[in-house]
């Protein structure tokens, strides 16, 4: 075991670089806006994505369970392709639109005015930035605790992928699904 994982430390440099850049790459789009292109049509397709990585996170455990490995290791690839898609599409809704507030009927953008607070409860608000909190900083956290569990079942360190996973799968299955509710929660307020 020892000799497989000395064979890959570029790989765990690897996985390292792109927990730190991925994140800070994001961050910095979220500031590049292009102007001309419509696709407010995105938010409900990358919420679907979300909404199917979460299905099939749970197919991959039952899978895993019934000891189906290959149909397991399958879906986890699957998802982790769902999950770079999804990242492309918010990243590209993101440069080409104007961020939603919460609560904003009329499309302002800006601070609400008193018939938009009075039309939201301070509880449904509260809610909503808990669980966008929460979904954004595990989604950051849980970049590195995929790829590492990810290559750990890879190179055959199966004691250490359970471990791994045990915090990392309802991690991953928390943002996922965290996205779907944060999409229904803020697609009331979207531009038509």
């Known amino acids: ?4 994982q000395s064979t890959k430390p570029g790989i765990r440099k690897l996985i390292i670089v792109l927990s730190i850049v991925i994140p800070v790459v994001v961050a910095a789009l979220f500031k590049v806006k292009i102007e001309g292109h419509d696709w407010h049509f995105l938010p409900s397709i990358y919420a679907a994505i979300n909404g199917l990585t979460a299905f099939l996170l749970v197919v991959a455990l039952i899978a895993i ?7 397991h290791e399958g879906i986890i690839k699957v998802c982790m ?12 809704y993101h440069m080409t639109s104007d961020p939603t507030v919460y609560g904003d009927l009329n499309g302002s ?4 005015d008193n018939y938009e607070k009075s039309q939201i409860s301070s509880a449904s608000q509260i809610a909503y930035y808990i669980i966008l909190i929460t979904h954004i ?32 799968w309802p991690l991953w299955f928390y943002v996922a699904a965290s996205g779907v509710v944060v999409y229904i929660m803020i697609s009331p307020y979207y531009p038509h």
């Not at 075991?1 to 497989?4: F, K, N, R």
């Not at 953008?109 to 609400?112: C, F, I, K």
């Not at 590492?148 to 004691?159: C, K, M, N, Q, T």
């Open 1 to 4: 075991m020892e000799s497989t």
């Open 65 to 71: 369970k019934q000891k189906k490995i290959s149909l």
């Open 109 to 112: 953008g800006g601070n609400l």
């Open 137 to 168: 900083i595990l989604s950051v956290a849980v970049i590195p605790m995929v790829l590492f569990s990810y290559l750990y079942a890879w190179e055959g360190r199966y004691d250490k992928h359970r471990k791994w996973t045990k915090i990392t």
């Open 81 to 92: 392709g769902l999950s770079v898609l999804f990242l492309l599409l918010y990243i590209a």
